[in-house]
């Protein structure tokens, strides 16, 4: 990070009476960045996105924004746009007076906020919208002029809570992409929530992981998905296996009689672990191959999944734990593999992970 970031959020803390949301949160953020807060429901992202725009103030800590304390200050007194999962139109204003609301507060000329809202329209892709009403545009549309109304008055700091939630699919990736292009064009600091992975991989600079009102990890989207610094962190970022172990010594997990080769880097002979693999880096081997990590598996479901399959595997090594590989449809082609049939595959030893056990 650098020495002077746009926002820097120091040892905040956010209670609700006994219920502490927020637990010490430490951050900064970039100017021109785009961070995501991700996590479960109830991790505290919203909260902690409302305490930065002064909606619900933090018990404790410090907010500061491009070197100014705006920890006490009003929502009026900060210098953000926002934008809210139910977009908050004014459903009897038009296009047009939803995105120059803002502007006219200010007491601008006229002139200046039709040329402004005709701008704002035409950046977000709806030159022709602006005497309709919000209940003549369909939802992607009217995210498009909620995002333009918080940009209008070029916000240092934009929020996105949440945006996309309330789209379908289709929609909502078009949308994000159309978001990252956009903020990339207007070089705004924005900060966005979400609960959807695929959201904070696709679009984040950096992914702000958060569980229990802390946060377990800060990161570029490869750098979580490749290293994920907990369990946690693993399970909420794409799709792991897991299996239970314990170290058996330097390079080595036990895992029900069995030893598996892995890292195990600072963690004590005879420590309860977690052992991961991600499906995508399960290897298929030749049946009769002798490989590091090898495991015989029976196939116990196969789910077409387009470009690949995801193959429910079995294993007395396994015991109850379910374990995934993903194959692509070419090798399962190839292959002919299917339900009942039993596969060679190895654990590749430098990417198994290997984490303090759950609890």
């Not at 410090?62 to 009026?76: C, H, K, T, V």
């Not at 007076?97 to 002139?111: H, Q, S, T």
């Not at 196939?299 to 387009?306: D, K, Q, S």
Request: charged share 25%.
């Amino acid at each position: 990070m650098t020495s002077n970031p746009y926002l820097r959020i120091s040892n905040v803390s956010k209670k609700f009476g006994e219920f502490e949301a927020l637990k010490n949160i430490s951050l900064e953020v970039n100017e021109t960045e785009f961070v995501c807060f991700l996590g479960p429901s109830g991790c505290g992202k919203t909260t902690l996105l409302r305490a930065i725009a002064g909606l619900d103030i933090q018990t404790t800590g410090r907010i500061e924004q491009a070197g100014r304390d705006i920890s006490a200050l009003p929502p009026s007194e900060r210098d953000f746009g926002i934008v809210f999962q139910s977009y908050a139109l004014f459903p009897n204003l038009t296009v047009e007076k939803n995105v120059a609301f803002g502007l006219e507060n200010r007491g601008l000329a006229r002139a200046q906020i039709r040329e402004r809202v005709g701008e704002l329209l035409d950046v977000v892709g709806l030159p022709d919208q602006g005497r309709k009403y919000p209940a003549q545009l369909s939802g992607g549309q009217q995210q498009r002029v909620a995002l333009a109304r918080a940009l209008a008055t070029s916000p240092g700091l934009l929020l996105l809570d949440e945006p996309l939630s309330a789209l379908d699919a289709r929609v909502r990736a078009r949308l994000r992409l159309e978001i990252k292009l956009l903020q990339q064009q207007l070089k705004v600091t924005t900060i966005m929530v979400t609960h959807d992975q695929e959201e904070a991989l696709t679009m984040a600079d950096r992914i702000v992981v958060m569980d229990h009102g802390i946060i377990e990890q800060v990161g570029a989207p490869r750098d979580i998905y490749a290293t994920p610094s907990s369990a946690f962190v693993a399970d909420f970022i794409g799709t792991m296996n897991f299996l239970g172990g314990t170290v058996a010594g330097d390079g080595e997990v036990d895992v029900r009689g069995r030893r598996l080769k892995c890292d195990t880097a600072n963690m004590p002979a005879g420590a309860a672990v977690t052992v991961s693999v991600r499906p995508e880096d399960v290897v298929l081997c030749a049946d009769d191959a002798d490989v590091v990590n090898g495991i015989d598996t029976e196939i116990r479901y196969v789910e077409f999944l387009g470009s690949f399959c995801r193959v429910g595997l079995a294993s007395d090594l396994f015991g109850e734990d379910e374990v995934c590989a993903d194959l692509s449809s070419n090798m399962m082609r190839e292959r002919a593999i299917d339900r009942g049939m039993t596969l060679r595959v190895r654990f590749p030893e430098n990417l198994v992970r290997v984490f303090p056990a759950r609890s």
